[in-house]
Structures are given as C-alpha cells and as structure tokens.
C-alpha cells in the first residue's frame, strides 16, 4: 500500500512514460536494477552489457528519473527472454511492470520473434500478460546450472 507521503511523489500510471531507452539511461537503469540485484530478484548486469542491449531496453520514466525497466533479449528469430525487469517499491501497483512487459513484446512483434520467454518466481504476473507454461507442441524448457557460483544468493537478512 503507498502511503499519502509516497502517493504526493507518485503521479498516476497515466503520467508516467513508458519509452525506448538510449545510452543517456544506462546509468540510470542500472541504479534501477541494483537494488533488485541486491535482493536477489534479478541478475546483475554491467555497464558494457547495458550498452549492448540499450537498443532492446524499455524503461519508466517519471519526471525525468528512470522507475523501472526490462529488456527484451534476443537470443535468435525464434526466441526472446524479457530479462530485468523491476518497478521501484513507489511505482508497483500501478500496472508498469504490464506496461514494461508489453513494450518488449511489441518489440518482438516488430521484430517478427517466433517466442518469448520469461524465467521468474512470478509466473501468476507473467500468465496474466499472455505467457504460459508450454511451448507450441506441449514442448517445456528445461534448464541446467552450469556454473551455480554465479548465482546471485539473497543475504541471510532477507
């Protein structure tokens, strides 16, 4: 629930743009980011990995600051991941993350990508913008942790 303090700094979904992003915002995603890579919900990123990906990044922007973000990740013509995506704790609840989601599929769209994916411990969110658990064909991805020393572990204070 945002507080009255918190609903005077958050203008309504409405007045808050949802945009490509350009190289101006990688720092800005990034701050974004880090607070849910501290928390362990989604995978760190460097700068040169943001610069690479800028061109796929959509992010949330309320008077000037950046307040949430995803990507879409193309892997091939036929497979995309919508990758870090985070709304800032004042910003959830009002339907960004949907917004933030939609633009990376619409991006794929574009692009004419065959599939997209999202690997996440929200999958109710995830079904509620159109993603299921089987691939065409009643196929289902199955995954294996090559190098489980890079996962990113929550602190024992969480």
């Not at 992010?59 to 870090?84: H, M, P, T």
């Not at 969110?125 to 990113?152: I, M, N, R, W």
């Amino acid at each position: 629930m945002v507080s009255s303090k918190e609903e005077s700094n958050v203008k309504s979904a409405t007045d808050i743009a949802i945009r490509p992003a350009t190289r101006d915002d990688i720092q800005g995603i990034s701050d974004c980011i880090e607070p849910f890579v501290l928390e362990g919900k989604v995978l760190p990123r460097t700068l040169s990995e943001l610069e690479e990906l800028i061109g796929n990044y959509v992010v949330a922007e309320s008077d000037g600051a950046i307040v949430g973000c995803a990507v879409l990740e193309i892997y091939s013509r036929k497979l995309a991941e919508v990758r870090s995506l985070v709304v800032m704790p004042d910003y959830q609840r009002f339907g960004l993350g949907r917004r933030l989601v939609d633009a990376c599929l619409e991006k794929a769209k574009e692009q004419e990508i065959l599939e997209v994916m999202a690997i996440t411990s929200r999958t109710s969110f995830f079904q509620s913008c159109g993603f299921d658990y089987t691939l065409p064909g009643e196929k289902v991805a199955l995954f294996y942790v090559a190098s489980p020393h890079l996962l990113v572990k929550k602190s024992s204070a969480d």
